[in-house]
């Protein structure tokens, strides 16, 4: 891509890579040396700029704190053998971060703000992409309204940031999950389809209530019924039926993830038939019943794919069997992690060079 915008780059005076040990990453907890920051106000964007990772002030009436204009995308980048840095699917990340922007009444970012600022920061930082099997540099762009004003209204003033973090191998053992029944996540309507940050704080007490009862994530179900699959905690939920794959279609209330996308397509890539339809829970506990369902993970950007070993329902667990290696979960995995690294073709052209 050309770097047809210049960003002004103001390099840290003390960098930490060089102290960062790459093999003890907590998610979420290192940031890179650089941030991306764009303000928004007098209803334009103003000049991008890279500056030092740092805190920053707001106003104490910050809109954004008081009634959560915010939102947020999550993406990684992957390093190969030759040390050459690539994007997974960026534009996708772009496409849903306006859509969430729109949701929530904020203002679209153009199309070069996001991708040349993202380039830009992650060619300085690229010494921060670690280069292990399973690692990743993980990006987390987002915006927040910055009005100082407590009225009840869209905010016009705005920031747009992007922070980096190197995380390692996302090893997570089969989950426990189980279906909920009471509380939802989002609603027919809602923002559910949007990255914003309340949907994620208001998931937080019932995923608790679950993990108290040894759960490590809810299925979640529509808000009507609690009858239909939605998602699998802050993943898309996925299951392989008697040779299907069947995952819950798209709605307001399901986030359109890109790990679901990708694997949906590599399953029929695969020749495999691929259902996006209504998935009831007692369709799948049938299919446990009777031995049909093979397969049931949870795929995010995060973890990619996480396998899901036990369903509870009612008070009962259901157990699953263990995907052998050849099971479609497992392949779907290595063929994801064979592109990003560029070990492997990559015919529907998803990585994006830095
Ligand atoms: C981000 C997210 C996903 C996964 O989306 P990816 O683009 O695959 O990372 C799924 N569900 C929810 C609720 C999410 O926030």
Request: with cysteine; net charge negative; charged share 20%.
């Amino acid at each position: 891509m050309l770097d047809t915008l210049t960003i002004s780059t103001q390099r840290t005076t003390a960098p930490r890579l060089p102290g960062i040990d790459f093999a003890q990453l907590e998610f979420g907890k290192t940031f890179a040396d650089h941030m991306l920051v764009v303000d928004y106000h007098d209803g334009q964007w103003q000049e991008p700029r890279i500056v030092p990772y740092a805190d920053m002030t707001v106003s104490p009436a910050n809109s954004a704190i008081h009634y959560g204009q915010s939102i947020f995308e999550g993406m990684k980048a992957y390093k190969n053998q030759d040390g050459e840095v690539a994007l997974f699917r960026p534009l996708d990340n772009f496409h849903r971060f306006n859509a969430s922007a729109r949701r929530m009444c904020m203002p679209e970012l153009p199309e070069e703000v996001f991708m040349q600022g993202l380039l830009q920061l992650i060619r300085l930082d690229s010494g921060w992409v670690p280069t292990d099997p399973g690692s990743a540099l993980y990006i987390r762009p987002f915006m927040f309204a910055t009005d100082a004003m407590l009225g009840v209204r869209p905010s016009e003033s705005y920031r747009f940031m992007v922070i980096t973090c190197p995380v390692g191998l996302y090893y997570a053992k089969p989950l426990r999950v189980r279906f909920e029944e009471h509380y939802v996540r989002s609603a027919e309507g809602g923002a559910g389809a949007a990255k914003n940050a309340g949907n994620y704080g208001a998931a937080m007490y019932p995923t608790k209530l679950g993990q108290q009862e040894g759960y490590n994530q809810l299925i979640w179900t529509d808000a009507s019924e609690h009858k239909y699959v939605e998602e699998s905690g802050t993943m898309n939920a996925i299951f392989i039926i008697d040779g299907r794959l069947v995952t819950p279609a798209l709605s307001s209330s399901i986030l359109d993830g890109i790990t679901r996308r990708s694997v949906l397509q590599l399953a029929r890539d695969w020749g495999m038939p691929v259902e996006e339809r209504k998935v009831s829970a007692l369709e799948i506990l049938e299919a446990q019943r009777n031995g049909t369902l093979q397969e049931a993970f949870g795929v995010g950007t995060a973890a990619t794919i996480a396998t899901i070993a036990t369903i509870g329902y009612q008070g009962e667990d259901f157990e699953l069997p263990t995907p052998p290696a050849d099971a479609f979960s497992r392949r779907a995995t290595a063929a994801l992690a064979a592109i990003r690294k560029g070990d492997a073709p990559d015919p529907h052209g998803w990585m994006v060079r830095v």
